[in-house]
């Protein structure tokens, strides 16, 4: 009688452990969610601005191809007194000062993907790492493991073996996959 009692103890404690170890699963599962909620909003307003910005952007070119057109045309009527190479080096100014605005606007906006770029990958390895530091118990019990593996090697089903050794399945099953046998 007293055995019996015994091991419904070890049993119970079993399962506090095994509640309290689901339980802290459940509590880093629920926190990663609402990380990568409040930083997929944050990537998200960074996006809507990146795309106000490449409005903009459409916009000058818009306007700067209505100049290019405009000031083509003024130069076909100024072409009579010009000669070939004046009027290539006047487009070509013309072009170089309506590009400059652009260009400066797109290194902008690489540095700011590049910024961004670099937000996310330390995050995601500062989130690996959290990770890696939760660890779950290399097994049940140390001395149940090999006995485990041994009646498994003999042939031996799972149920006769968590049957056997007061273990639930699963149990035994975790301590197969753990020891890379299953």
């Known amino acids: 009688m007293k055995l019996e009692s015994l091991n419904l103890s070890g049993f119970m404690s079993s399962i506090s452990l095994t509640e309290y170890i689901a339980a802290a699963m459940v509590v880093v599962i629920v926190y990663l969610i609402y990380y990568v909620t409040s930083k997929d909003s944050d990537y998200s307003r960074n996006i809507r601005s990146i795309a106000t910005v490449v409005d903009e952007l459409q916009r000058e070119i818009f306007y700067l191809k209505k100049n290019i057109t405009e000031s083509q045309k003024s130069l076909q009527q100024n072409t009579r007194g010009m000669s070939d190479e004046e009027i290539y080096q006047e487009i070509e100014r013309s072009v170089y000062d309506m590009i400059q605005p652009l260009t400066v606007g797109l290194k902008h906006m690489q540095e700011t993907i590049h910024s961004i770029d670099l937000q996310v990958d330390s995050r995601i390895s500062s989130l690996e790492s959290g990770v890696k530091q939760f660890s779950i118990p290399s097994s049940i019990h140390a001395n149940d493991d090999e006995k485990i593996i041994s009646l498994f090697k003999q042939g031996i089903s799972l149920e006769t073996i968590s049957k056997e050794l ?14 890379k046998i299953k």
Not at 166 to 179: A, D, Y
């Open 166 to 179: 007061h273990l639930s399945q699963p149990e035994v099953e975790f301590v197969l996959k753990i020891n």
